[in-house]
């Protein structure tokens, strides 16, 4: 594997470089994401695996690099989880139909795309919890009795989008105290966290005084 698949992922430089302003978003694949999230992630031997998204291992998930954030109910969209959709006909499905394939040579079923302008300067923990917190909207579709779906044919987990384990306004939490979900959430953040930023470090590449 090459030496830069064991590192963090940075967006290009002249993709973010005030130079190459466009007055529209760019998008790109991001490759290099994906080799990361296979290698760090999902595989056993990843220095930040995590068994949770066992489920994504041969999915057919893309990534992207979009040039800036967006915004969204009055906060800037950093990550986008979505199943891949082309909700048209004719030519406009035509057109559709061709970028993906020009971008991935396929049409995905799920695609993860990144703000690049942030992704660029932020923190190793904060990369690596925006990736995560995308991985987890693709979740593995359960039956009744919650056992996990498996395709008849393929054998491959049956995913679908999923949303937060919990939604709610930090006031109402304040006056009101946390709710069940909320609770599990303060717990998991009381206790020690699964990943250490030394793990983190290796993964991503950096200099282990800058997360001393």
């Known amino acids: 594997m090459a030496e830069y698949d ?5 967006p290009p430089v002249n993709f973010t470089s005030g130079d190459n302003w466009q ?5 790109i694949p991001a490759n290099e994401i994906h080799d990361w999230v296979n290698l760090q992630v999902l595989s056993e031997d990843g ?3 995590n068994p949770d998204h066992a489920h994504l291992i041969g999915a057919d998930l893309c990534f992207m690099w979009a040039s800036d954030c967006f915004a969204k109910k009055g906060r800037s969209v950093l990550g986008q989880a979505e199943q891949v959709m082309l909700r048209a006909g004719g030519w406009q499905k035509a057109r559709m139909e061709q970028q993906m394939h020009e971008w991935f040579g396929r049409i995905p079923k799920y695609i993860i795309t990144l703000a690049a302008d942030y992704c660029s300067q932020c923190s190793d923990l904060e990369f690596c919890a925006l990736v995560e917190h995308e991985l987890y909207h693709i979740g593995q579709v359960t039956d009744d009795f919650g056992a996990p779906k498996f395709n008849k044919e393929t054998g491959q987990p049956v995913l ?3 949303g ?4 709610e306004f930090v006031g109402v939490v304040r006056r009101y105290g946390a709710s069940k979900d ?3 959430l303060v717990d998991a953040a009381n206790a020690p966290a699964e990943v250490a930023h030394l793990d983190i470090a290796r993964s991503c590449g950096t200099c282990m005084l800058k997360l001393a």
């Open 47 to 49: 220095n930040i695996h």
């Open 182 to 184: 909320v609770q599990e």
């Open 160 to 162: 679908t989008l999923r």
């Open 6 to 10: 064991d590192r963090r992922p940075y």
């Open 23 to 27: 007055p529209y978003t760019r998008l």
């Open 164 to 167: 937060h384990d919990v939604e």
